[in-house]
């Protein structure tokens, strides 16, 4: 299946000659040019003003309900940016269980590609492939085709941004770093979200990792302290920017021995 989704992603982008029906022999067929999808667009910043859209990359892991608990605690809504085979396989029990409980709760299930590789050492069949693994298993699990990915590291070149577009999603970065992954203590991490609401910018789009038993259980409940106290309301990525979460939604997928990493 895998294979036979990179050879249509491929196909997607090259002009595609369609042939029209004629009689055997003839020589007069009609033939019609596709253009090329165009690539995804690259976000940085939420636009809808006094948003804050907390997203937690790197998982599902153990810690994600205790982040929607927080979050919903104030009535808000979190963006989780999942791997597939990174700290943990998405189809585990427990975290498929997660993902399905976060989606039907209304926080938001993006893609952030399989095995957390950096995209732009990728060939195009690559760049697809931990794309493709990703977007299946959240269909699988949730039924809804994500709208969204963010890379890995946030690295990505024209291929990345042309493989996402062909799969029809936008790609999502940050204009608030956390810290929690670059060695910052929780400290230099509430620090960091004292100084972003001191100068109170219209919206957020922040980054964090729920995969961090320190950034769910120490980081979080300041960050949500200091952002609620400064007027913003907690929502998805897709709500801070005024569009859909996802491409399509449909019936989940019963589990199966096809749910391994």
Same mark, same amino acid.
């Given at each position: 299946?895998?294979?036979?989704?990179?050879?249509?992603?491929?196909?997607?982008?090259?002009?595609?000659?369609?042939?029209?029906?004629?009689?055997?022999?003839?020589?007069?067929?009609?033939?019609?040019?596709?253009?090329?999808?165009?690539?995804?667009?690259?976000?940085?910043k939420c636009t809808v003003p006094n948003t804050a859209a907390l997203t937690f990359d790197d998982g599902p892991y /153990?810690?994600?309900?205790?982040?929607?608990?927080?979050?919903?605690?104030?009535?808000? &809504?979190?963006?989780?940016?999942?791997? @597939?085979?990174?700290?943990?396989?998405?189809?585990?029990?427990?975290?498929?269980?997660?993902?399905?409980?976060?989606?039907?709760?209304?926080?938001?299930?993006?893609?952030?590609?399989?095995?957390?590789?950096?995209?732009? =050492?990728? =060939? /195009?069949?690559?760049?697809?492939?931990?794309? /493709?693994?990703?977007?299946?298993?959240?269909? $699988?699990? =949730?039924?809804?085709?994500?709208?969204?990915?963010?890379?890995?590291? @946030?690295?990505?070149?024209?291929?990345? %941004?042309?493989?996402?577009?062909? %799969? @029809?999603?936008?790609?999502?970065?940050?204009?608030?770093?956390?810290?929690?992954?670059?060695?910052? =203590?929780?400290?230099?991490? &509430?620090?960091?979200?004292?100084?972003?609401?001191? $100068?109170?910018?219209?919206?957020?789009?922040?980054?964090?990792?729920?995969?961090?038993?320190?950034?769910?259980?120490?980081?979080?409940?300041?960050?949500?302290? &200091?952002? $609620?106290a400064a007027g913003y309301n907690l929502v998805t990525v897709a709500d801070c920017l005024g569009t859909r979460k996802?491409?399509?939604?449909?019936?989940?997928?019963? $589990?199966?021995?096809?749910?391994?990493?």
């Amino acid at each position: 299946m895998a294979r036979f989704s990179l050879f249509l992603s491929t196909l997607l982008l090259s002009v595609i000659t369609l042939v029209s029906s004629a009689p055997t022999g003839s020589e007069n067929a009609t033939t019609i040019q596709l253009d090329p999808r165009a690539p995804a667009q690259v976000i940085t910043k939420c636009t809808v003003p006094n948003t804050a859209a907390l997203t937690f990359d790197d998982g599902p892991y /153990w810690f994600m309900r205790e982040v929607i608990r927080q979050v919903e605690a104030v009535n808000g &809504k979190a963006t989780f940016f999942v791997n @597939g085979n990174n700290w943990a396989c998405i189809y585990n029990t427990e975290l498929s269980g997660n993902v399905r409980y976060a989606f039907e709760r209304g926080h938001q299930i993006a893609s952030h590609t399989w095995q957390h590789k950096d995209l732009t =050492t990728l =060939t /195009w069949d690559q760049i697809h492939h931990q794309m /493709w693994l990703t977007e299946q298993a959240i269909t $699988r699990i =949730t039924g809804a085709v994500p709208a969204f990915m963010r890379p890995p590291y @946030g690295n990505h070149n024209g291929l990345v %941004r042309e493989a996402a577009g062909v %799969r @029809g999603q936008n790609i999502v970065l940050w204009d608030f770093d956390s810290g929690d992954s670059t060695g910052s =203590t929780v400290a230099q991490q &509430k620090t960091r979200y004292d100084q972003l609401v001191g $100068r109170r910018p219209s919206n957020v789009l922040s980054l964090q990792h729920d995969v961090h038993w320190n950034t769910v259980y120490e980081t979080l409940p300041h960050a949500i302290s &200091k952002l $609620r106290a400064a007027g913003y309301n907690l929502v998805t990525v897709a709500d801070c920017l005024g569009t859909r979460k996802y491409q399509s939604v449909g019936a989940a997928e019963p $589990r199966n021995a096809n749910w391994v990493c």
